[in-house]
Nanobody, 119 residues
Framework: QVQLVESGGGLVQAGDSLRLSCAASGRTFSTYVMGWFRQAPGKEREFVARITWSGSDTYYANSVKGRFTISRDNANNRVYLQMNSLKPEDTAVYYC????????????WGQGTQVTVSS
């Protein structure tokens, strides 16, 4: 089992950058595909990015391509989301999630961290 805790959110201005961190606990962390999702008030939760267990393959939602970068550090049990050129429409609660590589079910979720981008 994996427990996930996000941090790094905050209030920034449009065009600024933030790096979100996800601290994971669990002996099999390195075997999990990790992802980031976000949810704005009144909207459905949406996929943002994911990274394979090795970190060699990443995938992004079209809305964040070229601006966001997902990475992981298995030695330190952490996943990151570097967010550049932030826009007001990026405002949301951001969630870290994990799943086993052979399944398309996201089994583990963090509590979320708020990102607010002002114009």
């Amino acid at each position: 089992q994996v427990q996930l805790v996000e941090s790094g959110g905050g209030l920034v201005q449009a065009g600024d950058s933030l790096r979100l961190s996800c601290a994971a606990s669990g002996r099999t962390f390195s075997t999990y595909v990790m992802g980031w999702f976000r949810q704005a008030p009144g909207k459905e939760r949406e996929f943002v990015a994911r990274i394979t267990w090795s970190g060699s393959d990443t995938y992004y939602a079209n809305s964040v391509k070229g601006r966001f970068t997902i990475s992981r550090d298995n030695a330190n049990n952490r996943v990151y989301l570097q967010m550049n050129s932030l826009k007001p429409e990026d405002t949301a609660v951001y969630y870290c999630a994990g799943r086993f590589s052979t399944r398309n079910v996201w089994d583990y979720w963090g509590q979320g961290t708020q990102v607010t981008v002002s114009s």
